[in-house]
């Protein structure tokens, strides 16, 4: 638990390093990821370093499914690529911290265990206003417990 927080502590002091120069948003999320096929839910940061590079940390809560509940902390770095109209594509990559608890033990006298990874993977971006947009993102994580992730989500730019 120690290193859940520590790492979501990170990402936190890592959106506001300088907070004066970038455009900040906020996306709240839903979405599924392959292994074990579980649905999530969650929030993700962006802060524009540059015009075109951001950050972007994110914590998903899944759902249970067989007895596994899971806590996902990801911190990617995106590169915008504005097109015509109001969409945005970019590809990502990052690190990642997948934490799962069993509901029971599993054998070895622990209830949980946390994989670390890293993330590649890309989204599209709708702008419907100046301050609103619409997000998917999709992801593979490589780690012990390699899986795929699609995520849609509803952002507010600040």
């Known amino acids: 638990m120690k290193k859940v ?3 979501f502590m ?3 002091l890592a959106i506001g390093v300088q907070a004066q120069q970038g455009e900040k948003s906020g996306v709240l999320q839903a979405g599924y990821q392959s292994d074990p096929g579980r649905l999530m839910i969650g929030a993700e940061g962006r802060y524009n370093i540059t015009n ?3 950050i972007a940390p994110d914590v998903m809560f899944l759902f249970p499914k067989n007895k596994v509940t899971g806590l996902d902390i990801n911190v990617n770095a995106h590169y915008v690529f504005p097109l015509e109209g109001n969409v945005s ?3 990502l990559a990052g690190l ?3 934490n799962n608890r069993y509901s029971g033990s599993n054998g070895s006298g622990s209830n949980g265990f946390t994989n670390w990874g890293f993330n590649l993977g890309g989204g599209l971006e709708y702008n419907l206003s100046s301050n609103t ?3 998917l993102e999709m992801k593979y994580t490589f780690s012990d417990a390699d899986h795929f ?4 989500g509803y952002g507010v730019k600040f």
């Open 149 to 152: 992730t699609v995520g849609f």
């Open 5 to 7: 927080l520590f790492v």
């Open 10 to 12: 990170f990402a936190l």
């Open 133 to 135: 947009f619409l997000n």
């Open 96 to 98: 990642a911290m997948l």
């Open 89 to 91: 594509v970019f590809p």
């Open 52 to 54: 075109n590079i951001r």
